[in-house]
């Protein structure tokens, strides 16, 4: 069974302050995706990343960047020089491959890690 | 639309009545999800449609839940003899299933609120 732990509760920073949100998975599977969803206050969840099984290489966006680590099953997301627009609920996301490589994208959510960044 | 669409955005009901959530997903999205977000659960998933079928129901947390999809497009989500317990979010999302992007785009949400 596949399941993904965000360790975070919440978390509290001032305004261009770093901040890791971590995030642990276990699946048995070789080939799997792994997602990073943001949802405001509005509720909608934004789609932020996917980072297939084989593709270990970091990614920066701007001011996100993704951390990918097989060997310790993480993928940590860190946003640099926060902004009071972070505050968000974060989710981290799992999606197994069926049979041939593919996925039909079932998601298994973390628990989410609430962010409140401070002006 | 564009995005994808959920009515009604809000629901209050009485225990033991019947309700129905609709999603409208993107047009040319085969692939079609329903997720529920409770406070206490989190976000799990109910049921996936591809195309008018469902595969997999494993999500659907009782008998009085069920779903169908038609036209490949509009799906519906009914609760029978809702319990307190079913008060929560109610999420659809819609996806391609192509690569590379292979996301899957969420709709805003019903809020279903059970007395």
């Known amino acids: 069974a596949q399941k993904v732990t965000q360790a975070q509760t919440e978390i509290s920073v001032v305004e261009k302050e770093d901040v890791t949100l971590d995030c642990v998975y276990e699946?048995?599977?070789?080939?799997?995706?792994l997602f990073w969803y943001k949802q405001p206050p509005s509720g909608e969840l934004v789609f932020l990343i996917r980072?297939?099984?084989?593709?270990?290489q970091n990614e920066i966006s701007g001011r996100y960047s993704w951390n990918f680590q097989k060997s310790t099953s993480s993928f940590n997301f860190t946003i640099t020089a926060s902004q009071v627009v972070d505050s968000a609920v974060y989710f981290c996301?799992?999606?197994?491959?069926?049979?041939?490589?593919?996925?039909?994208?079932?998601?298994?959510f973390g628990q989410g890690t609430i962010l409140t960044v401070h002006p | 639309g564009a995005g994808v669409s959920q009515s009604p955005s809000n629901k209050v009901t009485e225990k033991g009545k019947d309700v129905e959530l609709r999603c409208d997903p993107i047009?040319?999205?085969?692939?079609l999800y329903w997720y529920r977000q409770s406070l206490g659960q989190g976000l799990e998933f109910l049921i996936y449609?591809?195309?008018?079928?469902?595969?997999?129901k494993s999500g659907l947390p009782s008998d009085r839940f069920s779903a169908e999809r038609t036209g490949g497009s509009v799906s519906t989500l009914t609760i029978q003899r809702t319990q307190q317990e079913d008060s929560a979010v109610y999420l659809c999302?819609?996806?391609?299933?192509?690569?590379?992007?292979?996301?899957?785009?969420f709709g805003p949400g019903t809020r279903l609120t059970v007395t």
């Open positions: 999302a819609s996806s391609t299933l192509a690569e590379p992007t292979y996301e899957q785009y």
């Open positions: 699946t048995r599977d070789t080939t799997y995706y």
């Open positions: 980072r297939n099984s084989f593709d270990e």
């Open positions: 996301a799992l999606s197994e491959a069926i049979a041939g490589g593919t996925s039909y994208g079932k998601l298994t």
């Open positions: 047009s040319g999205h085969t692939a």
């Open positions: 449609f591809q195309g008018n079928s469902a595969p997999d």
